[in-house]
């Protein structure tokens, strides 16, 4: 009777999506910094917005007048605009940092047809952050009215289009964070993916501003412009898209970049 061989061994257990996720969820919640980062873009979400809201009203009564009361939704969630980084960061380092280490190879290995290794981290990643932006967004909002209320400011969850706007604009952060897990798989380099993430965010919106023309449309369509057609209620005066437009460019968006990365990590050496 010889000693046993690799042969010998036969897994007992399939490689099923459920199991993607508990493997992703455990890899999501194991690490400290993802943890303290997700918690930064939720004082972030909320400490912006009370801010901003009390800032308001203080210059509603040095003034008599504050132009951010024209969109109270808009001045409660200013938040979001600087979580989206957190988020977006946290995105890119959930796959560059298995690249770094070698341990995508473990993944990979484990999970032979790859895309469901890129799917899951995308669906536990998106659902989280979502539910995270949801909860911080929700608090942003209350306690933002609630200042805003002192000068008669304020508006109610049941006014319309305000649960609209809530909705899509912890939509929007969720995006923000898939396309840094998209441009993460892309580049590789964690370095790389946060500038590209970085210049998607703040220097693509700068440039296509200086466009001539009908050329400056094209900064409708890009993800912060997208998103702020979700959250924004009072349009008038902006040159955004429409709330369901701003929906459909982000789907676009989101449909385009884990597209793109699907198709690298199937067809590249980990």
């Known amino acids: 009777m010889g000693f046993p061989t690799a ?11 459920p199991r993607v996720l508990r493997s992703e969820w455990t890899k999501l919640t194991s690490l400290r910094s993802t943890v303290w980062t997700l918690l930064a873009a939720i004082v972030v979400t909320i400490g912006f917005g009370l801010i901003v809201c009390a800032a308001t009203v203080a210059d509603f009564h040095r003034n008599g007048n504050a132009s951010d009361l024209n969109d109270p939704v808009g001045t409660s969630l200013v938040g979001g605009y600087f979580s989206q980084i957190a ?16 341990m995508i190879r473990t993944s990979l290995g484990a999970v032979p047809h790859r895309l469901p290794v890129l799917f899951g981290k995308a669906i536990v990643f998106g ?25 008669h400011g304020g508006v109610a969850i049941g006014d319309p289009s305000v649960v609209r706007a809530l909705l899509g604009g912890a939509f929007f952060v969720m995006t923000i964070g898939l396309l840094g897990l998209a441009l993460g798989t892309l580049i590789r380099s964690t370095g790389g993916s946060i500038a590209a993430l970085l210049g998607l965010i703040f220097v693509v919106p700068i440039v296509t501003s200086f466009l001539p023309g009908r050329w400056g449309d094209i900064q409708k369509f890009i993800p912060n412009n997208a998103g702020g057609a979700l959250v924004t209620i009072d349009d008038r005066g902006n040159d955004l898209l429409s709330p369901l437009g701003g929906l459909v460019v982000l789907l676009v968006w989101l449909a385009v970049g884990l597209g793109a990365a699907a198709f690298t990590l199937t067809r590249r050496d980990a």
């Open 7 to 17: 042969a010998d061994f036969k897994p007992t257990a399939k490689v099923t999506l």
């Open 87 to 102: 988020i977006g960061v946290l995105g890119v380092l959930l796959i560059t940092g298995e690249y770094s280490t070698g």
């Open 127 to 151: 659902v989280t952050s979502y539910a995270l932006s949801l909860g911080a967004i929700l608090v942003a909002f209350f306690s933002g009215q609630a200042i805003l209320h002192q000068v």
